[in-house]
């Protein structure tokens, strides 16, 4: 029996001592690099993302087939846009807007820097700033991911329609984060969970899912799927008790 022990013990120290990398994202599957966005300041994606398969969304009334990614932490449905300078996102007037650090980002001459997008799956759009530089902070990079899904997309009941989340924030410049109209009258649907506020108040904070319905903050989930390698030391773990058993048997 004292074997038995030693062996569960030790895989679940293995298991303790997994890297948990980018734990707070909602993935890690990033997609595709966009090119023109990894080495750039202040700049956007000329052509819409699409949600694919004839999907949309309405975003404050008006119905979007596709949104534009800019470099400094958001992303807009009219057009593509490029300021810098950090709004409160229920004043903004920039345009219809998903922000997730909107602040000044810069990409470019830094190869660590990069955005990426994935949509792999019909209905979802899922936009990585991976290690992305803050202007004149070019030894702070943050790293942060967000979702938007369709309204034809079915709705896990953990989940919501917008994701946010959020990596390693190192950068100290002021950032707001929510989403809004683009008008500057609030509007009482509109979410602003970050304004004026340093970045690094955001660092690995816990997953933020919103409904498009009064901007209804749904629970993160209660526990997340274990990275590919703690399934596999749980299932190598499992097999040496079982070959132990076997040997032990009379």
Same mark, same amino acid.
């Given at each position: 029996?004292? #074997? &038995?022990? @030693?062996? &569960? %013990?030790?895989? &679940?120290?293995?298991? +303790?001592?997994? !890297?948990?990398?980018?734990?707070?994202? %909602?993935?890690?599957?990033?997609? #595709?690099?966009?090119?023109?966005?990894?080495?750039?300041?202040?700049?956007?994606? #000329?052509?819409?993302?699409?949600?694919?398969?004839?999907? *949309?969304?309405?975003? %404050?009334?008006?119905?979007? *087939?596709?949104?534009?990614?800019?470099?400094?932490?958001?992303?807009?449905?009219?057009?593509?846009?490029? !300021?810098?300078?950090? $709004?409160?996102?229920?004043?903004? #007037?920039?345009? !219809?807007?998903?922000?997730?650090?909107?602040?000044?980002?810069?990409?470019?001459?830094?190869?660590?820097?990069?955005?990426?997008?994935?949509?792999?799956?019909?209905?979802?759009?899922?936009?990585?700033?991976?290690?992305?530089?803050?202007?004149?902070?070019?030894?702070?990079? *943050?790293?942060?991911?967000?979702? &938007? /899904? *369709?309204?034809?997309?079915?709705?896990?009941?953990?989940?919501?329609?917008?994701?946010? %989340?959020?990596? $390693?924030?190192?950068?100290?410049?002021?950032?707001?984060?929510?989403?809004?109209?683009?008008?500057?009258?609030?509007?009482?649907? $509109?979410?602003?969970?970050?304004?004026?506020? !340093?970045?690094?108040?955001?660092?690995?904070?816990?997953?933020?899912?919103?409904?498009?319905?009064?901007?209804?903050?749904? $629970?993160?989930?209660?526990?997340?799927?274990?990275?590919?390698?703690?399934?596999?030391?749980?299932? +190598? +773990?499992?097999?040496?008790? +079982?070959? /132990? @058993? /076997? /040997?032990? @048997?009379?």
């Amino acid at each position: 029996m004292g #074997t &038995i022990f @030693r062996t &569960i %013990f030790t895989a &679940i120290v293995a298991l +303790a001592w997994v !890297p948990t990398a980018n734990a707070g994202l %909602f993935t890690n599957n990033f997609g #595709t690099a966009i090119v023109d966005l990894s080495d750039c300041d202040d700049c956007a994606t #000329t052509n819409s993302i699409l949600f694919g398969g004839g999907q *949309s969304i309405k975003f %404050f009334g008006a119905t979007y *087939s596709g949104l534009y990614i800019s470099s400094n932490g958001y992303l807009t449905f009219d057009a593509p846009h490029t !300021p810098f300078a950090t $709004e409160r996102i229920d004043m903004q #007037t920039v345009g !219809p807007m998903i922000a997730g650090l909107f602040t000044d980002l810069d990409t470019s001459n830094d190869a660590s820097s990069n955005v990426y997008v994935n949509t792999s799956t019909v209905g979802e759009i899922i936009v990585t700033y991976q290690m992305v530089s803050h202007a004149f902070q070019g030894d702070l990079h *943050s790293t942060f991911q967000l979702l &938007i /899904r *369709s309204d034809q997309k079915f709705l896990p009941p953990d989940q919501g329609q917008l994701g946010f %989340f959020y990596g $390693e924030i190192n950068g100290t410049n002021n950032v707001a984060a929510g989403f809004g109209d683009g008008l500057l009258t609030v509007n009482p649907r $509109e979410v602003s969970f970050a304004s004026n506020s !340093p970045g690094t108040t955001l660092s690995n904070s816990a997953p933020r899912y919103y409904t498009l319905e009064g901007g209804g903050n749904v $629970e993160p989930p209660a526990s997340s799927v274990p990275e590919p390698a703690s399934l596999m030391l749980t299932g +190598a +773990a499992i097999a040496v008790l +079982a070959a /132990r @058993r /076997r /040997r032990q @048997r009379p």
